[in-house]
């Protein structure tokens, strides 16, 4: 019997590191268990369907089996999984070519960039949500990666940097761009 079938006695990185050991996939299933609602969340973001959400969450699921052993710790397993799957849902989101977005937006002048680059934290709390909702569906999806990633999973600045493998300051400038681009969309929906 394994040590392992204490579900909530064990933490995401001793599943980790023991899925990394052994490929157990009753050991991974206690991870896929604890976060399958989550991703599908996550997932239904990026989809047009219901199905279409299943569909790329078993493709996570696959995929991060395969890959698990990347993980090295550098912030929590959660941080580090929500991650995975907007990188995944983002690429599959640019390899469906009818997905595409069509670039809507307008060039922004030196005053309009200034302007939207001081786009406060406050000022996205006082947005209404529907048209929030569908301003970050406008928006590019690593825009609403790192957007979602910080604000609705509270990734830390230096939890940003290790997952992105960014500086603290491209991690900064990043997220000041997807808030002022949210903003503007959001502007623009009536």
């Known amino acids: ?3 392992f079938t204490l579900r909530d006695a064990i933490s995401d990185e ?5 899925v990394t050991k052994t490929k157990d996939p009753e050991i991974f299933g206690q991870l896929y268990d604890r976060y399958v609602s989550r991703v599908y969340n996550k997932c239904y973001g990026f989809s047009r369907t219901p199905a279409e959400a299943e569909d790329l969450t078993q493709d996570v699921f696959l995929m991060l089996y395969l890959k698990i052993g990347k993980f090295k710790g550098y912030s929590k397993f959660s941080t580090w999984l929500y ?3 907007y990188n995944f849902c983002v690429n599959h989101v640019n390899r469906n070519t009818q997905r595409k ?4 937006t307008r060039h922004l002048d030196e005053r309009d960039d200034e302007i939207l680059l001081n786009v406060s934290d406050q000022t996205l709390l006082q947005l209404s949500v529907e048209r929030l909702k569908k301003a970050m569906n406008i928006i590019r999806p690593e825009d609403k990666a790192m957007l979602l ?3 609705q999973d509270d990734a830390s600045i230096k939890e940003l940097m290790a997952l992105m493998n960014l500086s603290e300051s491209a991690v900064k ?3 000041k761009r997807a808030k002022s681009r949210v903003v ?6 009536k």
């Open 101 to 104: 977005m069509a670039d809507r």
């Open 83 to 85: 991650s995975f799957v």
């Open 1 to 3: 019997m394994s040590k």
């Open 149 to 151: 990633l910080k604000y």
């Open 184 to 189: 503007q969309e959001y502007n623009k929906i």
């Open 173 to 175: 400038m990043r997220l």
């Open 14 to 18: 001793e599943l980790v590191k023991e």
